[in-house]
């Protein structure tokens, strides 16, 4: 059984036991249960359940493993040819990686 569940704008394929890192979840503790209740697809054995825009009563609890895992670093590069001009930004994205512990459907 696998759910496709909406959580904070991205869309995951979801299983029992599966971890998964997704934005970062301010003021979420290590071992604290997360409930996400925008499930958009359900698949029992071969029988999908599409929602419009969600199915009713389905959600997926989670617990969080770690609340803040950085993400590798991108590095920004802009550059004008013969002006001079460089300039070198870095991002690190920040993740909470969470276990999903059940899915309600």
Do not use: W
Not at 25 to 47: H, N, P, Q
Not at 66 to 81: A, I, M, Q, S, W
């Amino acid at each position: 059984m696998y759910v496709i569940v909406d959580i904070q704008g991205q869309q995951f394929n979801v299983e029992q036991g599966r971890r998964l890192f997704i934005h970062h979840v301010k003021g979420a503790e290590s071992g604290a249960v997360v409930e996400f209740d925008k499930v958009l697809l359900v698949d029992k054995d071969g029988a999908v359940t599409v929602g419009t825009p969600v199915v009713a009563g389905a959600k997926v609890v989670c617990e969080i493993i770690t609340p803040l895992v950085k993400g590798d670093k991108v590095l920004v590069f802009h550059k004008k040819r013969r002006k001079g001009y460089r300039k070198l930004n870095g991002h690190r994205q920040q993740f909470s990686e969470v276990l999903v512990k059940e899915i309600v459907a």
